[in-house]
């Protein structure tokens, strides 16, 4: 595939590369979540990891941010916990006789939300407010996220007691769900025998900017979707409106984060317009939550599946 | 009960159709056309009118290449049959037809009928549509979804072609579930409470009679791992009791009090919905089936699925029925 | 239930509970044609159709009825036009009531084609104003084509034709506005027909050159009454010939098999008239066997296309020894058809140029004068005959008699002055000037009053040729009359007074005269203005005339093709085709094999058009078959991108090419600027891809 793109915004893609090579080294055998990780920042969306505890969750997170330059931040979400705890505070100050805001853990470029499950709706929400508008509100006033802003929140699905399951009208502001998984043997040998991660995590160096990575994101908006693509999106999501067992197909809004993932996922391959293929590869992550909460991943796979090879595709 | 049951369900996407067989025949305006043009001929033979016979024969040469027309605009159609969301027994179900224009060519005044339902659409070229197809449901179990024809009198209207379409396949891609019609209101003698107070003697999952053994699955607790006999190497095996779940009443086939099958099949019908509505947690027990207590929409339609195609009991030998 | 093969036990309880479906094969039921309210739009057009059919019978029905249909038409285009409902049935009934009194007082039958066309217009306008479902407007449109239909019983021409044909594509167009209401717009229709009406225009021509024409008619033609046509009548006194002189009506097309002969032995034979009483000459009613005098004649043989006459008489080149129309030829060698011509035809005649034309002797009323005829006339007779013991022969008095015509100053002229009295007098001693007919006359009755056996024949001289069709154009102008004398022991000959007296008139034709080219002293007979006379001459005038020939030639071949094409035309044309035997079945046959033909052309037409767009789709799918005939499985669901690794891997001998299809194609269909010329690139790419099965590892 030919791509004519100018010499600076090729460095940026090319150290994009990089630092998707960088993460590799760190995270082994996961080279597709990667790949899906960084779909899901240049497509401006939020992601959310199903998984087991010490899979490396944070480990992705935390060097996702590093390579790319970003600030990042963990909150570690318990049951307890307020939404002020997450966004932020308004204090009394009294040398400047008024209030002033101090910014909550959310603040930074990437924000890892660990256990979201564990936190009380309210105090989900409140994150979850801050994602969808990109910014929060205290006391009437309203302060803006930085940019990019990238959430990844974890929850552990077989862990339910005591926990609040994300509500399903809720599951639709995460762009993907991803689960990591076990690596494979091969990897994990490497893994114990290789140095430690956190080691190796400090060891990173920024291959970007925030602001190439804003870059990035208008870049891949820019990917040519032709009208046969845009024609096969919308097979896929009429298709699984004609799921008979399943009570709502997908909604407008799935349509439109599959087209926009699979535009960043085109420029993550380096070529300038989407092909099925593309759209393919990210809808597992993008559709499964949407259509089949409460199902294991490998449910959803299935089922998702299932949807990609029922409709044809030129 | 596991999910790949239930992806079944998406559609049948390899139901294209040839449209090979395309039968066709004049219309009752093609047979006055066709009236007129020989009354046109004797006259034209009559008066040995030159123009006149030329005039007659563009007709016929206009009905001829109408009849290609015609033909040609219910050709190379793809056709793909989804059957609707279950319904109850007697109630209008709503399938859905998507067409599929493949040779590059604008179709008009297409007709699809099939059930109870008729209706006009075009295509463009190489574009698709969906269609409803309405029809009425008849006993439980898996219905044959309508016949269907494509039907089209266009471009002049002297031609009726039509093809007709044959759905075939595995039922739970080209078939209608149809759930048991629910008994009436009135004709369930059992309250919530005593329904309740009925099964709660099994409602306790490990207080419940042992029924026995089976293969684990990933929905069933730790707590159910028959450990002892999950130590001898044949695998993770999960005890089952008579009542299951931790939670909620029992409805079970025994409890009815019709004794003829399908009405006991209605009366669980309607338990179940009435159980759903009051947002219990359930279990159901149909003969040489159980499902575990659970609620919510999914677990609504895998009970009501298990009823629909509930065999019965009476019907089966014995060796069938573990 | 207890392992966890369990489920499947229940998928066999299900599969057992499937209802049985029956697939047998039954003869397929046609369901019944959908129909759809029309929208007021094709309504419109479909009653708007109608006016143009019923304009085309204006000139040969009643006024009255023209404004009663008008008016209906009118009626219900308002009332669609407002939405308002139709008239109730009472008001129709009363309606068709009147209607039916009303023309059964004009005709007083329903038959024949101007009362069965009346009745026609009649329920047509009715229908019109009750149409308002589908049914009624596809019903509607139907009749509109049999009422254009009717028109042309009544009219041939070209124009006739142009707007009965349009019509029909209307009736279609309408079909197509009413069947897919509000799919088309107007225009869209009318496309459409006119793609469907191309496609059936070859059927149509080929079952018209081949549906076996037949002789006569069925029921015969009931009413038709003769129309009043100028042309030569039975009967020729002064005058009436040169009434004709200015009527530039066709009177017959030629087309000479050979060469064309000269202009001067143009002499169409019609009448023969030898009565004459002073002043009209007629008929008698004497049959004898002529038969060409000459030893070594020249035969010409030649098609002609007569228009109607309502007469019964042929014009034929002097002298006729065969016709293929009509009875033999009579003992005046003339030819007659046994019905009057009230259309035009088209037959085969040939002729011989002899000098003589040989019967038995001629009767005694040959040599009859007219009753009180002037003594001056037969003196001025027998002084042209001389000494009758001089013996002179019949050939050197006529010469004689030519000679006086020339001398004295006799003028010939298109306008002659009146003759009171005795016209032959008058013209001899008085007027001196004439047309043909009055020297024609003259030179009978002098020939008479010589005793010599002479009689009058009428009918046309010259014709103006055609280079653009090749044919003879002879038009009533072209309308003559001449002499013939008995010249013993040899036969009939031929005397032109006119030749003699003008011999441009003979030589050049009537139309050259009356361009004024040679003749400048007629042009005051004749009255040419200044224009007029620049219009006949000049380079504009030739390329008048040229024009005039090119649709004159469209009109013959039109004429010839249409409206003469019968059972003779079809048989020439079969046998020009190189059939041996164009019988009925021979006809029936071929027309049979040429529906089947044109069956499996059209078919295939079709197809092309559809083929014609080309999309790159179209090469992938072809790809695609191609890849699963070699043997790899191909998934609806894959993209073209991994298909063509795969398949590129499948089949390494093919990989570049397998690449080069799926690189143009993606380019093609999903890139941002797709590059034209990739399409044959890609039309290439897959009609070279080849992969063999064998080579298939």
Same mark, same amino acid.
């Given at each position: ?6 010499? %600076? ?70 049951? =307890? ?57 205290? =006391? ?31 599951? =639709? ?23 430690? %991660?956190?080691?190796?995590? %400090? ?14 994101? %208008? ?27 399943? =009570? ?67 | ?27 009752? /305006? ?24 030329? /005039? ?135 309250? /919530? ?16 009679? /042992? ?112 | ?80 036009? *407002? ?22 007082? &004009? ?107 037949? &002789? ?101 080149? &002097? ?26 035809? *088209? ?100 020939? *008479? ?249």
């Amino acid at each position: 595939m030919v791509n004519v793109l100018a010499d %600076r915004q090729r460095s940026a893609l090319s150290r994009l590369a990089d630092a998707e090579s960088l993460i590799n080294e760190l995270i082994l055998g996961k080279q597709e979540v990667v790949r899906l990780c960084l779909t899901c920042i240049l497509a401006r969306g939020h992601l959310l990891i199903e998984d087991h505890p010490g899979v490396g969750k944070t480990t992705l997170a935390h060097s996702l941010a590093r390579v790319l330059g970003l600030a990042f931040n963990r909150i570690q979400f318990t049951s =307890d916990m307020l939404p002020a705890d997450v966004i932020g505070v308004s204090v009394y100050d009294s040398e400047r006789a008024g209030f002033k805001f101090h910014q909550g853990p959310l603040f930074k470029e990437v924000v890892l939300a660990d256990e979201i499950n564990r936190a009380s709706p309210r105090a989900q929400s409140a994150l979850l407010e801050a994602m969808e508008e990109h910014q929060v509100s205290v =006391d009437g006033h309203s302060y803006d996220l930085p940019t990019p802003f990238f959430v990844i929140a974890t929850q552990n699905p077989h862990e339910q007691s005591g926990t609040f399951p994300l509500p399903e009208s809720q599951l =639709d502001r995460f762009m993907m769900t991803l689960s990591i998984g076990f690596p494979s043997r091969v990897f994990e040998q490497a893994l114990l025998k290789g140095d430690d %991660r956190t080691t190796l995590l %400090r060891e990173l160096e920024a291959v970007l900017d925030a602001n190439e990575v804003i870059e990035l994101q %208008r870049q891949a908006e820019g990917v040519f979707a032709s009208d046969a693509l845009t024609g096969y999106v919308l097979d896929l999501v009429e298709a699984s409106r004609n799921l008979t067992w399943i =009570d709502n197909g997908l909604s407008p809004r799935a349509g439109l984060a599959l087209l926009r993932a699979a535009r960043a996922f085109t420029l993550l391959d380096n070529r300038d317009a989407v092909l099925p293929e593309d759209v393919q590869a990210v809808a597992p992550a993008i559709i499964g939550h949407r259509l089949a909460q409460g199902l294991a991943s490998a449910e959803r796979d299935a089922l998702t599946r299932r949807l990609i090879e029922s409709v044809a595709v030129d | 009960m596991t999910t790949a049951d239930s992806l079944d369900d998406i559609g049948n996407p390899a139901l294209g159709t040839d449209s090979r067989k395309v039968y066709i025949l004049p219309t009752r /305006f093609g047979m006055l056309y066709a009236g007129a043009i020989l009354m046109m001929l004797l006259v034209s033979v009559n008066y040995n009118n030159g123009l006149g016979h030329l /005039f007659t024969f563009m007709l016929v040469a206009i009905g001829i290449v109408a009849m290609h027309y015609t033909q040609r605009n219910l050709v190379g159609l793809s056709v793909s049959i989804h059957p609707g969301k279950p319904v109850f027994s007697g109630d209008m179900a709503q399938g859905s037809v998507r067409v599929h224009e493949t040779r590059h060519r604008s179709r008009y005044a297409l007709w699809l009928r099939g059930g109870d339902s008729q209706s006009r659409f075009d295509l463009p070229a190489d574009g698709h549509t969906r269609i409803e197809l309405n029809f009425k449901t008849g006993s439980r179990g898996w219905q044959p979804l309508p016949e269907i024809y494509f039907v089209s009198i266009f471009p002049v209207g002297l031609l009726c072609a039509w093809s007709k379409r044959l759905v075939q396949g595995p039922d739970n891609e080209v078939s209608q579930l149809v759930y048991p019609r629910p008994a009436a209101v009135w004709s369930s003698p059992i309250s /919530f409470d005593s329904q309740a107070h009925g099964a709660g003697n099994g409602s306790h999952a490990d207080d419940g009679d /042992f029924r026995g053994l089976r293969g684990h699955r990933k929905e069933d607790p730790p707590s159910r791992i028959h450990w002892r006999n999950s130590a001898r190497g044949s695998g993770l095996v999960s005890k089952q009791f008579e009542g299951t779940g931790s939670a909620g009443i029992c409805l079970d086939y025994a409890d009815t009090r019709n004794t003829d099958h399908e009405s006991r099949l209605s009366e669980l019908c309607r338990w179940i919905l009435d159980a759903d509505s009051a947002g219990t947690s359930y279990a159901l027990r149909l003969p040489g089936l159980s499902i575990a207590a659970d609620q919510g929409g999914r677990h609504r339609a895998r009970c009501l699925k298990a009823l629909a195609l509930c065999p019965d009991p009476a019907n089966i030998t014995q060796d069938d029925n573990p | 239930m207890s392992t966890p093969g369990g489920h499947k036990t229940h998928d066999r309880v299900e599969s057992e509970f499937r209802p049985v479906k029956p697939r047998r094969w039954q003869f397929p039921q046609p369901p019944s044609a959908p129909l759809e309210a029309p929208t007021r739009a094709a309504l419109a057009t479909t009653v708007m159709t109608v006016p143009l059919a019923l304009g085309l019978h204006v000139m040969y029905q009643p006024l009255w009825l023209g404004v009663v249909v008008m008016t209906l038409v009118a009626v219900r285009l308002i009332t669609l036009a *407002r939405g308002l409902l139709v008239p109730g049935k009472l008001l129709r009934w009363i309606l068709t009531l009147a209607m039916l009194v009303l023309l059964l007082t &004009e005709y007083r039958t329903i038959f024949g084609r101007t009362a069965g066309s009346a009745m026609l217009i009649a329920f047509t306008a009715l229908k019109v104003i009750e149409t308002d479902s589908l049914r009624d407007a596809m019903f509607l449109n139907i009749l509109t084509a049999i009422v254009v239909l009717a028109a042309f019983l009544f009219d041939q021409s070209p124009s006739t034709a142009a707007i009965g044909f349009f019509c029909l594509a209307l009736v279609i167009s309408n079909f197509v506005l009413l069947v897919a209401p509000g799919s088309f717009t107007i225009k869209g229709a009318m496309l459409l027909t006119s793609r469907i009406i191309l496609h059936g225009i070859p059927l149509a021509i080929v079952a018209y050159v081949l549906f076996p024409r037949i &002789e006569g008619s069925l029921w015969g033609m009931a009413d038709d009454k003769p129309r009043a046509i100028s042309g030569l009548s039975e009967q020729v006194a002064p005058g009436s010939i040169s009434e004709l002189s200015l009527n530039d009506a066709v009177a017959f097309r030629v087309e000479f098999n050979q060469d064309r002969p000269h202009h001067d032995q143009l002499y169409w034979r019609t009448l023969v008239l030898d009565r004459f009483d002073g002043r009209t000459w007629s008929r008698a009613e004497r049959r004898h066997e002529v038969f060409p005098a000459d030893t070594n004649p020249k035969l010409v043989a030649y098609d002609m296309t007569l228009e109607a006459t309502d007469k019964t008489w042929l014009p034929l080149l &002097e002298t006729p020894v065969s016709v293929s129309i009509g009875n033999p030829l009579s003992n005046l060698a003339l030819g007659e058809t046994r019905q009057p011509i009230r259309e035009r035809i *088209r037959f085969k005649a040939a002729s011989v140029t002899a000098r003589y034309m040989a019967t038995g002797p001629p009767d005694d009323h040959l040599t009859d004068l007219y009753p009180g005829i002037n003594k001056k006339i037969i003196a001025l007779a027998q002084d042209l005959a001389g000494d009758p013991a001089d013996n002179p022969n019949a050939e050197m008095i006529a010469a004689r008699a030519l000679e006086l015509f020339t001398q004295s100053p006799f003028r010939y002229s298109l306008q002659p002055p009146l003759l009171d009295g005795e016209p032959v007098y008058q013209f001899l001693f008085n007027t001196r000037n004439g047309y043909c007919e009055h020297y024609a006359s003259a030179f009978a009755t002098l020939m *008479r009053a010589a005793g010599i056996p002479a009689r009058l024949v009428v009918g046309y001289q010259g014709g103006e040729y055609n280079p653009t069709g090749d044919y003879t154009i002879v038009r009533q102008s072209n309308a003559h009359a001449w002499a013939e004398i008995w010249v013993d022991g040899r036969g009939w000959r031929r005397i032109d007074p006119t030749a003699a007296v003008a011999p441009e008139r003979v030589e050049i034709g009537v139309d050259a005269l009356r361009r004024g080219d040679s003749l400048a002293g007629f042009n005051s007979g004749f009255g040419t203005s200044g224009i007029r006379n620049m219009l006949r001459s000049g380079w504009l005038g030739d390329n008048l005339r040229r024009i005039r020939h090119l649709s004159d030639a469209f009109v013959y071949q039109w004429n010839n093709w249409v409206m003469a094409y019968g059972p003779q035309r079809q048989q020439q044309l079969m046998k020009r085709l190189g059939v041996a035997t164009p019988d009925w079945p021979w006809l029936v046959m071929t027309l049979t094999a040429a529906f089947a033909v044109f069956m499996i052309a059209t078919y295939l037409l079709l197809s092309a058009t559809s083929r014609q767009a080309e999309t790159p789709l179209k090469h992938y799918r072809r790809f695609k078959s191609k890849l699963a005939r070699a043997g790899i499985r191909v998934m609806p669901s894959e993209g073209p991108l991994s298909l063509s690794k795969r398949a590129a891997e499948a089949l390494p001998d093919h990989a570049e090419t397998i690449e080069t299809i799926g690189k143009t194609y993606i380019c093609l269909r999903y890139s941002r600027s797709p590059n034209e010329m990739g399409l044959i690139g890609l039309r290439r790419a897959v009609a070279g891809f080849k992969p063999d099965r064998g080579k298939f590892r």
